[in-house]
Antibody, heavy 115, light 112 residues
Framework: EVKLQQSGDELVRPGASVKMSCKAS????????MHWVKQSPGQGLEWIGT????????SYNQKFKGKATLTADKSSNTAYMELSRLTSEDSAVYYC????????WGQGASVTVSS | DIVMTQGALPNPVPSGESASITCQSS???????????LNWYLQRPGQSPQLLIY???TRASGVSDRFSGSGSGTDFTLKISSVEAEDVGVYYC?????????FGGGTKLELK
């Protein structure tokens, strides 16, 4: 069974950074791309970017360039997303989702930016 | 960026009735390979989204055959026949023809 286990919810200060993880199991990690999606409170879905773990290639939504950094650790089958210089606009639930077609999703990780 | 626009449902939908959700893209999602680069997802209350339909009309594994997808290059429909309680939630269409991948704003289905 394909499973994506995300790290826990975070409460962070404005201006800080946060790094979240998405641990994959049930398949060969390097066979599929991993996507990251943002869902602001009460809002829809927004694509942040995609990483291809096999070749460490990333694609970003221009809106999130400089905000999000995607990495992957093949040894632990884990994808990471770091968000920097956090503001209240970054308070949201973040999902990882696997290719193809976002066919498997993590449970989501909530980030709350507050002083 | 490709803009995805979803229609609203005349909520609430009576149980057992059919419901059709529309989605329109600002650019044709029909590729020269003959495939249409559109997915549909359902996000049930308090849950992560789940894939329902890919390539515009192919049901994902384990998805009920009450769900069907159709359309042209820019106009798409997700039809749910005989709506049930488990169908309640927000439905999203998404294009994956171009970067950035974009989603529709969502269509909420409520049950009567």
């Amino acid at each position: 069974e394909v499973k994506l286990q995300q790290s826990g919810d975070e409460l962070v200060r404005p201006g800080a950074s946060v790094k979240m993880s998405c641990k994959a199991s049930g398949y060969t990690f390097t066979d599929y791309a991993m996507h990251w999606v943002k869902q602001s409170p009460g809002q829809g879905l927004e694509w942040i970017g995609t990483i291809i773990p096999l070749i460490d290639t990333t694609s970003y939504n221009q809106k999130f360039k400089g905000k999000a950094t995607l990495t992957a650790d093949k040894s632990s089958n884990t994808a990471y997303m770091e968000l920097s210089r956090l503001t209240s606009e970054d308070s949201a639930v973040y999902y990882c989702a696997r290719s193809p077609h976002y066919s498997a999703w993590g449970q989501g990780a909530s980030v709350t930016v507050s002083s | 960026d490709i803009v995805m626009t979803q229609g609203a449902l005349p909520n609430p939908v009576p149980s057992g009735e059919s419901a059709s959700i529309t989605c329109q893209s600002s650019k044709s999602l029909l590729h020269s390979n003959g495939k249409t680069y559109l997915n549909w997802y359902l996000q049930r209350p308090g849950q992560s989204p789940q894939l329902l339909i890919y390539w515009m009309s192919t049901r994902a594994s384990g998805v009920s055959d009450r769900f069907s997808g159709s359309g042209s290059g820019t106009d798409f429909t997700l039809k749910i026949s005989s709506v049930e309680a488990e169908d309640v939630g927000v439905y999203y269409c998404q294009q994956f023809l171009e970067y950035p991948r974009t989603f529709g704003g969502g269509t909420k289905l409520e049950l009567k």
